[in-house]
Each structure stands twice: as structure tokens, then as C-alpha cells.
């Protein structure tokens, strides 16, 4: 069975620049999530989807991220403008009806 | 306001070395608390699921036991591929947002040969 799939894995920006991350999750699995994990700390849910449909954005900063899952498979999570602060690493996760959440490698972003 | 916090926050272990792993949690309903494995680099791999006081499970060098208010991940007899940050988790009884785990900072566990 594949597992959840993201790119890029690195990214290098200047603040206030865009930025976007993409995310496969594995297939079948209705409930995807974005996290951010800064260095040092455990991963902070950003958003959860179940299907097409967000459950979850209480702790998403919504005046610069954004995110959608069009089809209810693909999701894509971007940032506009980055600040500083944005420099972490985003993991997609994907849920199972077992309620286990596996997770992709991450995307690294660095904010310059 | 859910918490969770993970002590100790750095370990060091001879190979063979046995310890704890401590996971105290404050919730307002716990619907399950997860362990999670994440090595430099990559995403969380999961471990366990607990979900009710009591329970039990085990996994090559590591078990994982959990009460009302902490969980313990015991690593016994640690192998130097047992190096990584161990990832506590819980899983609020909410309704709105089934699923939403809230983690702790973790513990690095760096075990020498």
C-alpha cells in the first residue's frame, strides 16, 4: 500500500513571497490533515477535511493560509504572504477507518 | 484547555538500558491517546493506540501502558535503532472534529551502543 505522498520536500522562500505544498493521501482514506510542526515541538493541526468539506480550521492563520481537497482526494495547502514565523515543517496525514493517521515525509520550509 | 506534555525531553541510554517514557495529558474526554515514532527527517510513524485506562500493548522493545491522566512508553532493552523523538498524542472526545489528535513537544531518545 502506497503512503501519503507530498511535494516538494524542500522549499526556500523570502518573506512575503507564496509558497504551495501538495498532498496525496492514501487512497481511500476520507479524513486528511494538514499539521505544521516547528522545530523542536509537536506537530499543530492546521486544517481537517473529511471527504471535500473542512471539519476543522480553527487554528489555521486565515489572513495568509489557505488550503482545499478538490475530488476529496488531492489537497493542496498554501501560504500567502509567508512571514519569518511560517519556517517549519508541513505534514499531510490521512486517516484509516481503524482511526490510525499515517503521515507523509513533510515539506520543509525555510522563510527567508 | 486540552495539554499534554512529554517528559523526560531528552534521553540518553546504553544499548541495553531499559526506561520510561512519560505522557501526562489533561483533557476534557479522552476518545484515545496515540505514539508515534518520528526519526530525523521524516514524517510520525505510528505506534499505538490506547483508549481506555489500564490497556496494554506491546511491540518488539516497546509497550506502551496508559491511566486516566498519563501514558508511559517502556523501552526495553534498547537497540541503537531505537533513536528517535517518541511523539505522545491525544485524541479529544469532541464532536465536531472527530480525529484531531493534539501532540506533545516529544521525547529524543538517543540510545549508544
Known amino acids: 500500500e502506497a503512503g501519503v505522498a507530498q511535494s516538494p520536500r524542500y522549499k526556500i522562500i523570502e518573506k512575503r513571497q507564496s509558497v504551495a505544498f501538495w498532498c496525496n493521501p492514501i487512497?481511500?482514506?476520507?479524513?486528511l490533515y494538514w499539521y505544521q510542526q516547528i522545530l523542536g515541538q509537536g506537530p499543530k493541526l492546521l486544517i481537517q477535511?473529511?471527504?471535500?468539506?473542512?471539519?476543522?480550521d480553527s487554528q489555521l492563520p486565515k489572513d495568509r493560509f489557505s488550503a482545499e481537497r478538490l475530488k476529496g482526494v488531492d489537497s493542496t495547502l498554501k501560504i500567502q504572504p509567508a512571514k519569518l514565523e511560517d519556517s517549519a515543517v508541513y505534514l499531510c496525514?490521512?486517516?484509516?477507518?481503524?482511526?490510525?493517521?499515517?503521515f507523509g515525509p513533510g515539506t520543509r520550509l525555510t522563510v527567508l | 484547555e486540552d495539554q499534554v506534555t512529554q517528559s523526560p525531553e531528552a534521553l540518553r541510554l546504553q544499548e541495553g538500558e531499559s526506561s520510561s517514557l512519560n505522557c501526562s495529558y489533561t483533557?476534557?474526554?479522552?476518545?484515545?491517546l496515540f505514539w508515534y515514532r518520528q526519526d530525523p527527517g521524516k514524517g510520525p510513524e505510528f505506534l499505538f493506540t490506547?483508549?481506555?485506562a489500564g490497556e496494554e500493548k506491546e511491540k518488539e522493545r516497546l509497550k506502551a501502558t496508559l491511566t486516566k491522566k498519563e501514558s508511559f512508553l517502556h523501552i526495553t532493552a534498547p537497540k541503537p535503532e531505537d533513536s528517535a523523538t517518541y511523539l505522545c498524542?491525544?485524541?479529544?472526545?469532541?464532536?465536531?472534529?472527530?480525529?484531531?489528535?493534539?501532540f506533545g513537544a516529544g521525547t529524543q531518545v538517543v540510545v549508544t551502543p
Open positions: 496525514a490521512s486517516r484509516d477507518r481503524a482511526n490510525e493517521q499515517f
Open positions: 487512497s481511500g482514506h476520507a479524513t
Open positions: 477535511f473529511q471527504n471535500n468539506g473542512v471539519v476543522d
Open positions: 483533557v476534557s474526554g479522552l476518545r484515545g
Open positions: 490506547l483508549y481506555s
Open positions: 498524542a491525544v485524541q479529544p472526545m469532541t464532536t465536531d472534529s472527530w480525529g484531531k489528535l493534539q
